[in-house]
């Protein structure tokens, strides 16, 4: 059972690249999150799905684009990376009822902007 | 913005201590949850405390939970060198929307 899978591990950007980060889940959850992470900062919310075919922002939306792709796929699209934008990103997803309370992690994309 | 504030930010102790993360906290809650981070992983959901429940109980793990003082503490027993990692709590606002928010972290190493 893979649960919440993310790619790629690594990746390097210079300024201005584009790239799209793939996160797949296999639990039949109906909602997906995308998060940040940097030193001294705990994880923010970029944007999240409650369902297939809404998305929503978070807390820190600017920069960022995603597409729900179906039940299982949510990415999370940099059009035009900045350095600002180095940072560790997971994705995570929860089920319905109760169970959307409990949130389950990928293990994580680490990016850096040159 | 962060909700929930972990203190302390680092806790160095013994395998075999206790160790005990506190988390503070603005808004009144529907539940808190902790999670743990081992190195260059995601996060793991530990245990979740609702808003109507003082203590909690999982294995090794103790929770408490205050909302008179908004603030809970994960107690960790008999640490283990395997329990080194950085523990966060999440809380869910009451009458909010169903996403918690995360705090910083405490980082927890144990030493064997």
């Known amino acids: 059972n893979a649960g919440v899978t993310q790619t790629p591990k690594f990746q390097v950007l210079k300024t201005g690249q584009s790239m799209t980060l793939q996160c797949a889940q296999d639990?039949?959850?109906?909602?997906m999150y995308w998060y940040r992470q940097d030193p001294g900062m705990g994880l923010r919310l970029i944007y999240y799905?409650?369902?297939?075919?809404?998305?929503d922002k978070g807390e820190v939306p600017n920069g960022y684009n995603v597409s729900r792709l179906n039940k299982r796929e949510f990415s999370l699209r940099l059009e035009s990376a900045a350095p600002s934008q180095t940072s560790v990103y997971f994705c995570?997803?929860?089920?319905?009822?109760?169970?959307?309370?409990?949130?389950?992690f990928g293990s994580g994309t680490q990016l850096s902007v040159l | 913005s962060q909700q929930g504030e972990e203190d302390p930010q680092a806790l160095s102790i013994q395998e075999g201590e206790n160790a005990t993360m506190n988390c503070s906290y603005k808004?009144?809650?529907?539940?808190l949850q902790w999670y743990r981070q081992n190195s260059g992983r995601g996060l793991v959901h530990l245990i979740l405390?609702?808003?109507?429940?003082r203590e909690k109980h999982s294995g090794r793990l103790r929770v408490t939970l205050d909302t008179s003082k908004k603030s809970s503490s994960l107690l960790i027993t008999a640490s283990r060198a395997a329990d080194t990692a950085s523990y966060f709590c999440a809380t869910l606002a009451e009458g909010g929307s169903y996403i918690p928010t995360f705090g910083r972290g405490t980082s927890l190493i144990v030493h064997p």
């Open positions: 799905s409650a369902s297939e075919g809404t998305t």
């Open positions: 405390i609702r808003s109507n429940e």
């Open positions: 995570a997803s929860s089920g319905s009822g109760t169970g959307r309370e409990k949130l389950f």
């Open positions: 808004t009144s809650i529907n539940n």
């Open positions: 639990m039949n959850h109906n909602s």
